[in-house]
T-cell receptor, first 110, second 115 residues
């Protein structure tokens, strides 16, 4: 079992839809959870991170962590074609030793 | 956030040769890391580049295959030695600490193809 599992997709949605991207993890010691966005042929770009359980909102993006079920979610409201990318989740006990999921490819059609 | 550049952005190499990838950060950072990203697989940490000392390698990666240098707080190199087609991958460096004290920021990656 991988430490961080993520559905590879692709996930196809129409413009304006609410997108839900999810990961599960197995290491109960993880306290930090990150979401990165990666456009084709580019490096991963940090979207947001959360510490422990709870929600964090930044504009159209909301990250949610449920440590009891070891479930990580990223919600994107009012999705745009420019949101089309691969989204990577990661967990770790700190900021240094991050374990990444394989990424979910999102396609937002106009 | 730190701005990171990598050279080369891509290369096509012959089996048995070596390639050195450079990573430059625009400010002094505490930690630098090297990752490999293969198609359909997650980012895999190769090693932590330590300034002034030997790199710390993850399980499955060895110094003879992936020698790393970090001469100062803004620069690191990764060499992929004696390459085989299995080394074809995207290699990414990241930094953590310094001006941004929290999580890791990544460079654009080096796309390596070994024939």
């Amino acid at each position: 079992q991988k430490e961080v599992e993520q559905d590879p997709g692709p996930l196809s949605v129409p413009e304006g839809a609410i997108v839900s991207l999810n990961c599960t993890y197995s290491n109960s010691a993880f306290q930090y959870f990150m979401w990165y966005r990666q456009y084709s042929r580019k490096g991963p770009e940090l979207l947001m991170y959360t510490y422990s359980s709870g929600n964090k909102e930044d504009g159209r993006f909301t990250a949610q962590v449920d440590k009891s079920s070891k479930y990580i979610s990223l919600f994107i409201r009012d999705s745009q074609p420019s949101d089309s990318a691969t989204y990577l989740c990661a967990g770790g006990t700190g900021f240094q030793k991050l374990v990444f999921g394989t990424g979910t490819r999102l396609l937002v059609s106009p | 956030s730190a701005v990171i550049s990598q050279k080369p952005s891509r290369d096509i190499c012959q089996r048995g040769t070596s390639l050195t990838i450079q990573c430059q950060v625009d400010s002094q950072v505490t930690m630098m890391f090297w990752y490999r990203q293969q198609p359909g697989q997650s980012l895999t940490l190769i090693a932590t580049a330590n300034q002034g000392s030997e790199a710390t390698y993850e399980s499955g990666f060895v110094i003879d295959k992936f020698p790393i240098s970090r001469p100062n707080l803004t620069f690191s190199t990764l060499t992929v030695s004696n390459m085989s087609p299995e080394d074809s991958s995207i290699y990414l460096c990241s930094s953590q600490g310094g001006r941004s004290t929290d999580t890791q920021y990544f460079g654009p990656g080096t796309r390596l193809t070994v024939l």
